[in-house]
């Protein structure tokens, strides 16, 4: 099992950087996919036990400039390991100004993932500072737990509001309740809302607008059909949803969010070459 990559292009680190950022303020810790083409970055918390789960996708060609791995095995060409994704954040704050980093997955104590960052120097040798961040190795047998979680037939699809603008309103709700309503319908209209014994307040956006989703076989989820102007509703913790929001460094071209009625809320966030989906259970 190998794995190495370099990353020279700063913007491209930086971006990736970027990433890690948003992850470490979802996720405590994490498992890192590696295949040969995609990283995919999963966190998935028992929904049972009302955790949120996420699934951040990314194509390795888009951020680096050599990739090399070698999975478990010829017919199981991947590696999964979980880590704490603070630390690589932490590693890689340290190469805003890098010449290269390279990420190698090593062995020496324990399995590590060693991040190098190739710094310029004034003299002709280069500075380079290095970060081994433990990581455990998933054996094979477990992989299944960390599929990619099935979109729900949602009852409805919108695009979000400008997340700014979502993100300050939340925060100043955060103050009043621990839980919020997310409500939508077809007709471009969501509503955001808190109720307490003292309080009660509503935020209302509207034509933002209901993506055109129809499934492989060309039919309507189970939307069609539906009444455009009634009102979809999910109770979730407001925490989750605000850590969502105040962790975006992303800043994606779309961002929608699917409701499936009093059940759970599936945020998708997608730029360029970045998905990021998250699910928020409803609470009863």
Known sequence: MRFRAKIVDLACLNHFSRIINTIAKLAKTCILRLTVCKLYFILSDKVANGGASMWCELSQGNFFDE???EGVAAEHNEIYLELVPENLSRALKTSQSAKAVKIKLTNKHCPCLRVAVELPSLSSSSRIVTHDIPVGVIPRRMWNDFREPSVPDFDVSIYLPVLKTMKSVVERM???SNFIVIEANLNGEMNLKIESDLVSVTTHFKDLGNPPWASEDGCQSSAQGRDLESMTEACIDIKKL???????QVNPTKALCN?????IVHFILLHEEVSLQYFIPAIA
Not at 242 to 248: E, I, K, R
Not at 259 to 263: D, L, T
């Open 174 to 176: 955060k103050n009043l």
């Open 259 to 263: 409701i499936v009625h009093k059940r």
């Open 242 to 248: 605000q850590q969502l929001l105040a962790g975006q």
């Open 67 to 69: 990739f090399q791995m």
